[in-house]
């Protein structure tokens, strides 16, 4: 969650090509494959059924499978009968758990008269409440996580008050430029826009000479703390030339949870200080784990700590870092401290960060790399592992969202028991940066929160949920929260709910509709069950056995996409990931400390951390050019550099992007590590298994050339297509998905390529069946070639389209290829079906070609005059429309309708003859464009379960002759009625008028047809 920045709105990003309404999990691919028909575990959570059985699991994901929400509360002013109602609610949804989130600084009430206690995190009546909702949680197989602690970061009553001195800390600093030769004498340099109020502690006075204007020379500093006198004034002959002295303080930060709204609230912790750490958690088990904990256990999975949004000026520290890094780093830093003049270096703008002054050549880019690799160690030390061995000492662990601060990324991801990403409609880089820590540690979770829009209050639709689920589960996720489900009522709120992100009454200054509150008084309500089957069944197979990824990439990353990248393309995905991923490779980031681990090694020609270990290694130097006032994109540490040699060695095909390292990264003896750099390189260079690229373009060709074959290949490049591999005793599975196009400022998903290609698995001789993500159904395909060890299988995504390949069994009939549109598996042969008139023909696998004629088949009928009922979603009482429309059109342009929001419903009849209803024919339903959640009925019947409208749905077996019905209906957002009632000047809704995008399109928007289709039967 990230409440105190306001994140990038999605807004207009694709081309003007126009919007291919499809985003479902079938269709397009269903008819390339095969026609329709009428858990890896952590903490305990199985990923298939009790009896290990994929398939099962699959049909009917069980609760652990399930997306989750985050619930968020006013506080504990909370009543028990809603609590046990909205666990109910949820779970009728099709979600299998939430995060309990309490933002009593979002919803507190001015002048309430009720006990204090109603309102406070922490009290006898919030652990009752708290035990009230895990009781009715454990009624009902719902996980609920906890968060820390009211709002995030994590803030604590034990790092407050009298224990101060356990609150976070950071290191500020003054200047003065003097010339010498001259006296210096007074008090250290004071910054003069931090904060200096009561704790602040000076922590070492520093003179360096300059050689330029704002150059320091590294070999011209001098510690001038043993100089202060009893007063602490500093008395210094200064030598000739120009110098500046630095005086460097602690102070505490003074950041209290972004959700705060008085100096009372509780400090965040310095969690560099295992003693803040270990206070904090005592403090919870106090609070309520003494008592819940056993309860607690049953229920929940584990702890999470949020995003790490600070805003202080100054750089993390803690009062033992300059000990702790002397430890680790092996040379003391205070002589250096001026490498380290950054000002909103770990600010939550990652842009912010300025160098007042730095060293000549390398050397403050080594000692900032040093403060890093300290300050990651310190994080997972200090803070994570203490905390994880807190949780599991309840029979539970600890997740953190580890990526905002200039630290190892992929390193703290690996050391909490679940990565978790929100990458707010980012780059699928950002999601893979995040998840490839906890593939390297073997955890089996991923998490990420989706639904996290800016300006996106009321406006988030099936269709953007979907794509940006997909596009998580492309960057490796495989556990959903949406963001999020409030509690039903608190102080202020009005229709439909209180929802802390959109309120008249935000007391913390959110205004900027952050998110969608997800609740029943949604139109869209009833449409989530559907979309909460589809991500569970995706889930289950992206938690079953264990990944297989094609390759490791070694970046050394501080911290995330710290400023623009210029080695990015327009979507902000890095360019050697699109160039991997458009020739079909999977990949993890690969961090420095797991390549320098003992334990990894190289095994068969494989890089293994894990089984079954990666085919290659690519080193991208330059990734960590543009990470802020760090830049290594010219180096590598020794012990790393020396790795990579006995990888060669043992046979692992090694590429580099760009250049070969020149030096090492610690100040530490550098000219020693630049040297064992430089001989390193030296012997890489002369590797037959080593190659060097000029860009990533041209890693895919230097891979092929090194015998590297994705375990998937696709016809041509497909850089927009994502693939995730996983692999059971039973088989192999893909995920496969197309993420082109852009969700627009009113979040409809616009622009996009469908990607048609051959896609060729490494899956031996077995068979596909496609797995459909909306039905469960798994379905064998009806096409593909079987060539050796791998098999071919043609496919075809829409934008936002995505889709299971499974590989379980023998290859059994099918056909090799065909000018028919698909073709289908049946009992004793295969079926053809084809949209267009005449003779349709198949290369059968046993070599055979066989021929049909389908015969002729009537023109595709555009059904006319629609009638349509509307219940619209007003405040108080009902509203209903009842119209006959001519044609189609978005209920903005009827003026009934141009302010309502709610469920319509689209009724059209039609004439069908024997050419459509006979043997063996059917008909595709077309629905065009369709603005909202989406449910078809043919003569009463529900004829899919996708909720997000598919550009083509098999009808044929519920068309019958004579008279048929057509049902759509289509379900809003609230968005077009909220902002009519801030329009209308109606009390509490004035905050709609300050959006940038005031409405959505709505509706049925066509053009509707159906397509008809003849099929026959042949003998394989």
Known sequence: MDGNRERRAIGPRASGVGRRAFVGGFGALGGALALPAGAAATGGHAAAGADGDLATAFRDPGPRLRPRFTWWWPGPAVVDAELRAEVREMVAAGFGGAQLFETPGLAHPAGDLRPPERFLWGTRHWARRIETALRAARDHDFRIDFQVSSGWPWNSPAASGEHAALAQQQLVFGHREVAGPARFRGAPPRPGGADMGGGARLVAVVAARLEAAAVLDPGRTTDLTPTLDGRGRVDWAVPEGRWVVFGFWQTPTGQRSNDSTGPRD??????????????????LDRRLLDRLGPLAAEVADRFHEDSLEFGFPGLLWTGRFPVEFRARRGYDLTAFLPALAVVDWHSDDTEAAEQVYDFSGSAGRRIRHDYNETLTELWVDHHVRPARAWARGHGLDFQGRGHMLSMDVVAVNKAYAAPD????????????????????????????????????????????????????????????????????????????????????????????????????????????????????????????????????????VQGYGRVADPH??????????????????????????????????????????????????????????????VDGSDAMSASVARRLVSFARAGLPIVFVGRFPERGVSYLDAAREDAAVRRAVAELRHSPRVLLVRDEAGVPAALGRLGVRPDVTYEGPHPQVHGVHRRTPAGDYWFLCNISGALDETLRLAGGVTARFTASFAAGARAPDVWDLWTGEIRPAGRFRVAGERVEVPVELAPGESTVIGFERPAGAHAESTTAESVAVRAGGLRLRATTPGTVSARLGDGRTVAVDVGALPPPLEPAGWHLRVEGAVPDGEERHVLRLDRLVDWRRIPRLRDTSGTGTYRTEFELDERWTGQGRGAYLELGRVEGGVRIRVNGRRVHPACVAPPRTDVGPHLRRGRNVLEIEVATTLKNRL????????PGYSRFLNRPVKTQPYGLIGPVRLVPYAERDVEA
């Open 266 to 283: 509780p400090l965040i912790l310095d969690q560099l200080d295992p003693d803040a750490t270990r206070a904090a958690t005592a403090d």
């Open 421 to 556: 990403a929100d990458p707010f409609d980012g780059p699928v880089g950002f999601t893979r940066t995040i998840t490839s820590g906890g593939r390297l540690a073997g955890h089996g979770i991923a998490s990420l929160e989706i639904g996290d829009v800016t300006h996106g209050d009321y406006m988030i639709t099936p269709e953007a949920l979907k794509y940006l689920a997909d596009k998580g589960f492309a960057g490796g996720a495989n556990e959903l929260v949406l963001h999020g489900y409030p509690y039903k009522d608190a102080h202020g709120a009005g229709w439909p709910s209180w929802w802390p992100w959109s309120s008249e009454h935000d007391v913390s200054g959110r205004d900027y509709g952050f998110g969608e509150g997800f609740t029943p008084a949604l139109p869209m309500w009833r449409h989530l069950r559907p979309l909460a089957d589809y991500f569970a069944r995706a889930q289950t197979v992206l938690r079953a056995g264990r990944p297989v990824t094609d390759l490791a990439v070694h970046r050394d």
């Open 568 to 629: 990015t393309d327009e979507r902000g995905e890095p360019l050697l990931d699109a160039a991997l991923t458009g020739a079909g490779h999977t990949f993890d980031i690969i961090d420095p400390g797991t390549l320098a681990h003992p334990r990894t090694s190289v095994r068969n020609g494989r890089l293994l951390v894990r089984e079954p270990g990666y085919r290659a290694l690519v080193v991208e130097p330059a990734a960590s050019r543009h990470q802020g006032v």
């Open 979 to 986: 902002t009519a009632l801030a329009e209308q000047g109606v």
